[in-house]
């Protein structure tokens, strides 16, 4: 599929995904969101690709929500389905198993705090904002931020977010655990690039199942997620990288991973 939405570079191992809508500061419209879901396959299927970042154009946004041109003729039938067509993206997207990285480049509102959301990292320049003001428009939240966001920053900060509609700063969401780190602008790409080249450095599959175990382990009871994270870590001795590793690091010597 040839994208006019979003741009997509490859290099280093690293795909990199950019909303590319700037003069409508990157909104989210039906097209993007086919396009997205299309290069989330493409991430999944490229053997080369082993992680991905996910940016804004322009220096205003990464992502200003769901297009309201679109949201505001939508009929009760299509809003439902526009809400579960976003879910399932992003759901594939979380569960890509691969790491992707939100580069949070401006404002992240709406849908686009949900999608930052359904990375498994998200690294903020300091002129970032997040905010869910779905209620100023007269909706809630349709990509699963309602689930995401009391998840990771606790039911009380999410409810304030959602029922206040108000923004808040890069500083604030690192504050409330929204964001994993801020940096100055200029730095973002190449933050979000070092993260990203870290976690590759580690077993690839050591890397999947650890992200299983934690998004999953989630939704179950404890001692269900601990079974999950027990057949995980048996799963992970059988491979190659397992024995590379350990054997590696006995030998004194950088290990050298195949993801096998
Ligand atoms: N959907 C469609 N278009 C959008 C948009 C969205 N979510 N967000 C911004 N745009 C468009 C604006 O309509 C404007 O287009 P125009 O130049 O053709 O009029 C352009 O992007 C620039 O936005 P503008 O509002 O002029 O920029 P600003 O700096 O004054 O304000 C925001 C920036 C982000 C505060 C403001 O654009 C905004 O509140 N956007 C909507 C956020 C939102 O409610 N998102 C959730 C949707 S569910």
Known sequence: MAYETLLFEKSEGIATVTFNRPAKLNALNHQVMEELADSIERVRTDGEVKAVVLTGAGEKAFIAGA????????????????SVGGQSVLDGLEDLGKPSIAAVNGYALGGGCELAMACTLRLASETARFGQP?????????????QRLP??????????????????SA?????????????????LMAATRALAKKIMANAPLAVKFAMEAVSHGLEMSEQEGQFLEATLFGLCCATEDMKEGTRAFLEKRPAKFAGK
């Open 151 to 168: 998840r990771l920053v606790g039911k009380g900060r999410a409810l304030e977010l959602i029922l206040s509609g108000e923004p808040i």
């Open 134 to 146: 779905e209620v100023k428009l007269g909706i809630i939240p349709g990509y699963a931020g309602t």
């Open 67 to 82: 297009d309201i041109n679109e949201l505001a003729v939508q009929t009760p039938v299509a809003g439902k389905e526009t």
């Open 171 to 187: 500083q604030e969401a690192y504050r409330i655990g929204l964001v994993n780190q801020v940096v100055p602008a200029a730095e």
